[in-house]
């Protein structure tokens, strides 16, 4: 028999039904928002979502012809952004970024093919933000506002300015929703260079840097590509709505970006889809051949940039598009980037015949390689199948990156789907460790045996020759490309000892070889775990290298226990899920502006040339436990 205290928890009565407002709603499901909360660390983090989210704003302004500059400050944490368009209109200052669903781009008359369209955007930054404040200027007055994590502090009177007409908005992000966060530079500056590809005139001005574009999508490429590794000159297409630009490079994969009203598309969409049907139907059109169309996009490197009335994007953070037409009563995506291809396209590839052949040089050299390939390939997934009937190498997941997102609750659905993480450890007694402490819904586990192969200078016929390369690369589904990608993150977690640093090199290696738009797209990271467990019987304290240490035995005072972490195993699974959970510290590898891959892996992963032993010599770091003097 149930108690009364039992009958009265488990009571579905009226008072169960709780309505929360938009700030408690933001609050308890960020992610729905602004993606994955994360640190700073990962250029999708939350942080970087809320400068975003200000920003689209200030474009949306220059979009409508107002304001040729934005300005972005970031000081102690504090983001200040400054655009110089119309201004809020002053008796709305508090209500646009204060109420739920409340903006002017319901009238899209107001703001033709503009990227914030639901009203959400800036009310998230300020449920969000421990402070907030906007100021208004229009026409020689301005009306500013204060808030703190949705609420409104203080409104301040219309007063007169000199100041040029635009709008102010500078917020700090809440530290108990974002946890030991910090900004990284290098992803805002990546973020406003995208900025300045799609908007070409603007000046974005961060920190005392400008960040300019003249030509666009073909500023873009090369930006990504370095001139000796491309196949031929980058074509560049424009035409009303539309921007499209492409090389072929000697990499396998394809590198695509993707872009709708200025909006960076990580996720791709409609769109892109659509450029790359479009794409293998105009070479096939062009040449009279039935290429096979992975022939004609291996190694493609595009772009293409769209502008949509009334975009529909997958989710809040707009990083999939899933509009169908370009225009309420337009042509649909397909049939409008199909046209634009058909027509620019077949015009350019008439007027510059060594461009032409070129392209089909690299082709044909897909097809042969693909062909070669063809056999073991055969074979290598046919004992894929059978594996993955009995796979123990791969501990999955409940949800996955590539999966559709349900009608019900797709807005929860699309913040799993960003969290979803695969850690690619080593050993049993690592794996075991990190499968015990994940979460199950959003973390999956694939175990290594032993040190990978180097694979630098080898064929991709190793992928398929080699079992735990091959079963990796199903695990992942990235065999066709990065559109059927099962998960959002790719970490490599190993002992942070010699042999660890040297799987991870093999891995990068792999991936960089073989599937380098999975780095250059920021998928792939590396775990970072403590070195170090200082405690007494009031407190643990988890330190991350030598100097962490010191400050924590200090802090701790007396003789606290110190522990050194020889390797994941020596961790026990209830430590380990603090370590993969909210505050995970993970390092993400990135290509730098300029990098040669093949130059990088060359020089790395070859042979041991003198020039690398010098490196070696002159950069040898040994780190030593200090030793307390006694007294």
């Not at 409340?102 to 930054?125: I, R």
């Not at 406003?192 to 603007?202: D, P, S, T």
């Not at 560049?236 to 709708?260: C, K, M, P, Q, R």
């Not at 994940?438 to 080699?466: D, H, I, M």
Request: glycine share 8%.
């Amino acid at each position: 028999m149930a108690t009364e205290k039992e009958k009265k928890i488990v009571e579905y009565t009226e008072d169960s039904i709780q309505s929360l407002d938009w700030k408690q709603h933001i609050r308890l499901r960020p992610g729905m928002y602004i993606g994955k909360l994360g640190d700073g660390s990962s250029p999708d983090d939350g942080i970087y979502v809320l400068i975003k989210e200000v920003i689209d704003n200030c474009i949306d302004e220059y979009t409508m012809g107002y304001g040729k500059a934005v300005d972005i400050a970031i000081e102690n944490k504090m983001v200040t952004i400054r655009d110089f368009g119309r201004g809020i209109p002053l008796g709305k200052v508090v209500d646009v970024v204060s109420k739920i669903n409340t903006g002017a781009k319901y009238d899209s008359k107001a703001f033709q093919k503009a990227v914030g369209l639901n009203g959400v955007g800036t009310k998230a930054v300020n449920a969000l933000s421990t402070s907030f404040k906007v100021t208004s200027v229009r026409d020689g007055k301005e009306k500013s506002a204060d808030f703190s994590r949705g609420e409104l502090v203080k409104e301040y009177k219309e007063a007169k300015t000199d100041a040029p007409n635009g709008t102010l908005v500078s917020f700090l992000p809440d530290d108990t929703v974002f946890k030991n966060f910090k900004y990284v530079n290098e992803f805002i500056e990546s973020q406003l260079w995208n900025y300045a590809f799609l908007n070409a005139g603007l000046k974005l001005n961060f920190n005392g840097k400008s960040f300019v574009s003249k030509n666009g999508l073909l500023d873009l490429l090369q930006r990504k590509t370095n001139e000796d590794e491309i196949r031929y000159p980058i074509i560049h297409l424009t035409g009303e709505d539309i921007e499209v630009a492409f090389s072929h490079t000697n990499e396998y994969g394809e590198d695509l970006y993707s872009f709708v009203n200025g909006q960076h598309t990580t996720q791709g969409g409609t769109h892109q889809q659509a450029f790359r049907e479009a794409y293998v139907k105009t070479i096939r059109d062009f040449f009279k051949k039935d290429y096979d169309a992975a022939d004609i996009r291996t190694g493609i490197v595009a772009a293409i940039s769209v502008r949509v009335v009334e975009p529909v994007f997958e989710s809040q953070t707009k990083t999939k598009l899933g509009s169908v037409n370009v225009d309420i009563e337009g042509p649909t995506m397909r049939q409008f980037v199909g046209d634009f291809l058909s027509r620019e396209l077949d015009n350019y590839l008439h007027k510059h015949s060594s461009v032409a052949e070129a392209l089909k040089k690299r082709i044909e050299q897909s097809e042969r390689e693909r062909k070669e390939l063809a056999g073991i390939k055969k074979l290598a997934n046919e004992r894929a199948k059978k594996a993955n009937l009995h796979n123990r190498k791969l501990r999955d997941c409940r949800f996955h990156l590539n999966e559709e997102a349900p009608s019900k609750g797709k807005e929860e659905f699309l913040a799993k789907q960003s969290e979803t993480t695969i850690f690619i450890t080593e050993g049993d007694s690592a794996s075991g460790s990190i499968t015990k402490a994940r979460n199950v819904e959003t973390q999956a586990v694939f175990s290594l045996r032993g040190k990978p192969l180097n694979c630098f200078g080898l064929t991709k016929k190793v992928v398929y020759e080699n079992e735990e390369f091959n079963l990796l690369q199903h695990a992942l589904n990235i065999e066709e490309g990065l559109e059927g990608l099962r998960y959002n993150n790719v970490v490599i977690a190993t002992d942070a000892d010699v042999d660890g640093m040297h799987i991870r090199l093999l891995l990068m290696t792999f991936f960089l070889q073989f599937f380098p738009d999975l780095v250059k797209h920021e998928k792939v990271y590396v775990l970072e775990t403590p070195l170090f467990r200082v405690r007494n019987k009031q407190e643990t304290i988890y330190c991350y290298n030598e100097s962490e240490k010191q400050v924590a035995m200090k802090k701790l005072g007396g003789k606290p226990e110190v522990t050194r972490f020889k390797g994941l195993g020596e961790i026990s699974p209830d430590e380990f899920a603090q370590f993969i959970g909210s505050d995970m510290r993970k390092q993400l590898m990135r290509l730098e502006q300029g990098d040669h891959i093949q130059q990088l892996l060359e020089y790395y992963m070859g042979k041991n040339t003198p020039d690398r032993q010098d490196f070696i010599i002159q950069n040898l770091r040994i780190e030593m436990d200090k030793v307390e003097e006694s007294v």
